[in-house]
């Protein structure tokens, strides 16, 4: 399926917002921004306080290096739904 056009699914936002998510939702996880980055990002200049701001652990991406077919990839990630434990 072709990428759609953020700008064009979602008209009359800000292009800020836009230039957000075409950089949180990129695919390529090792283009893709981190949270810091995004909680950095101009589009929150207004409420953003960067000596408030929280820290997390890296992300662990191991199993996106993975080389699986589609099928071996459902698979993993319904295993992974079905062993998903929230924490409390």
Known sequence: MERKKFNEVFKDIN???????DKILNIDSDKRITAAQALAHQYFSEDSDP?????SIPYHRTFEDLDFTVEQWKKYVWGEVQNFLPML
Do not use: T
């Open 15 to 21: 292009p800020l917002a836009i230039d957000l998510l």
């Open 51 to 55: 000596q408030d701001e929280p820290n």
